[in-house]
């Protein structure tokens, strides 16, 4: 993709405000012997990838940014303009998202600079990697090629840029595990309402069962259903909890609330979904968990978090 003088090279003599076609720019450098080898197409590749050129139908011309990058010439800061923004378009754009693993880059205390081993970066990559090197932003370590040094001089971009793609990421990562936690949930309130159909098979109000989360999220429970086929009315209010592994599950302060004013008429349904689909399970069911789980020994108990207020700072 061309070393940091030849791009400037098609930069200052090459590229202007009018648009040329990929085989003029051939033509031009063949005709400068000091040019005429240049990867003249590897170089328009590497300025569009940084939006610096725009292609017309007549060709590519430089637009605003390309025009910028033009004048840093004169304050030597071309590779540095290159550097930060190839690297903003692969990790803020999310272009060659696997090209740097985040994760992989650590404080080396010897070189006191950021670094990352060279095997950490993709062979497909080597490309990128190189380019990196020749610009300056990453140099190999004196005594072998295994460790790639990040030149101190881009610690400040380095840590706004990844701050934002880890902002970005958590975001991203906090959105999943939200629909992931939502669609076990509805699995398992939809195995439930299923299993008490059958269990409830022939009682005369068998089609008032409902799944009343999907409307009503601040209830306290999930369905409502029928203790016995002699039921007449709601007298069982099933809170579902999808659990894998270890029988465990999370139980907000409402639903405790709930269950402890439902008393024994507040059911437990605790549904395996490793297992579920296997003909014949049945949920482990507990009546009156106020009772049975909240002041039961047997069950600990783990806070997550903890809100803390101080009433003092408010007087």
């Excluded at 070393?3 to 040329?20: A, G, R």
């Excluded at 040019?35 to 590497?46: E, F, M, Q, R, T």
């Excluded at 025009?67 to 692969?90: M, N, P, Q």
């Excluded at 670094?115 to 190999?140: A, V």
């Amino acid at each position: 993709m061309g070393s940091v003088n030849e791009v400037i090279y098609l930069l200052t003599e090459t590229l202007t405000d009018e648009p040329k076609s990929i085989s003029d720019i051939e033509k031009f450098c063949l005709s400068n012997t000091s040019h005429y080898n240049i990867p003249s197409k590897g170089i328009v590749a590497l300025l569009e990838f940084i939006s610096a050129i725009t292609y017309c139908e007549r060709g590519v011309f430089l637009n605003e940014f390309g025009h910028g990058l033009s004048k840093s010439v004169i304050d030597g800061t071309t590779s540095r303009k290159i550097v930060e923004k190839l690297l903003s378009k692969i990790l803020l754009e999310g272009m060659y998202s696997d090209f740097l693993d985040l994760e992989s880059i650590s404080f080396d205390f010897i070189h006191e600079a950021y670094t990352i081993k060279n095997s950490h970066i993709p062979f497909k990559y080597s490309g990128i990697r190189n380019l990196l090197i020749n610009y300056g932003f990453f140099k190999y370590n004196s005594n072998s090629n295994i460790l790639l040094i990040i030149d101190k001089s881009y610690t400040d971009f380095l840590k706004e840029i990844l701050k934002t793609v880890r902002k970005k990421l958590s975001i991203e990562k906090f959105k999943e595990m939200l629909m992931l936690k939502e669609k076990y949930g509805q699995e398992a309130e939809e195995f439930v309402l299923n299993y008490e159909k059958k269990r409830l098979s022939g009682h005369i109000h068998l089609e008032k069962l409902s799944q009343v989360s999907v409307i009503d999220v601040k209830a306290g429970y999930d369905i409502i259903s029928f203790n016995s086929l002699s039921s007449e009315v709601y007298d069982r209010f099933i809170e579902v909890k999808s659990y894998s592994n270890n029988l465990s599950f999370y139980w907000t302060r409402n639903e405790i609330e709930t269950s402890k004013n439902k008393g024994k008429s507040y059911y437990l349904y605790l549904v395996d979904r490793d297992k579920m689909n296997q003909i014949g399970y049945q949920p482990h069911i507990i009546a009156n968990p106020y009772i049975n789980v909240f002041k039961n020994n047997a069950w600990k108990r783990e806070p997550e978090t903890w809100f803390f207020r101080n009433d003092d700072e408010n007087h």
